[in-house]
């Protein structure tokens, strides 16, 4: 169905291990997502990057690190 579409798609985003994630907002929207390994101090292991027109969100770009 494309429920599990979309999920499999979303989850494909997310790295496989990590257990640590910063998340920044400008005003009311999630902007990034930085995802670590070894908490606050760790290593980044990927970074999702999510832009809006007005509040809707258009597009989410993952960079690997």
Known sequence: TS????VNMASSL???KFDYI???YT???L????YKTGGADG???AILTLVYDDSTL???TKTDS
């Open 22 to 24: 910063l998340l920044e």
């Open 14 to 16: 997310v790295p496989s």
């Open 31 to 34: 902007t990034t997502a930085t």
């Open 58 to 60: 258009r597009s989410v």
């Open 43 to 45: 290593t980044v292991v």
């Open 3 to 6: 429920n599990a579409l979309d």
């Open 27 to 29: 005003g009311d929207n």
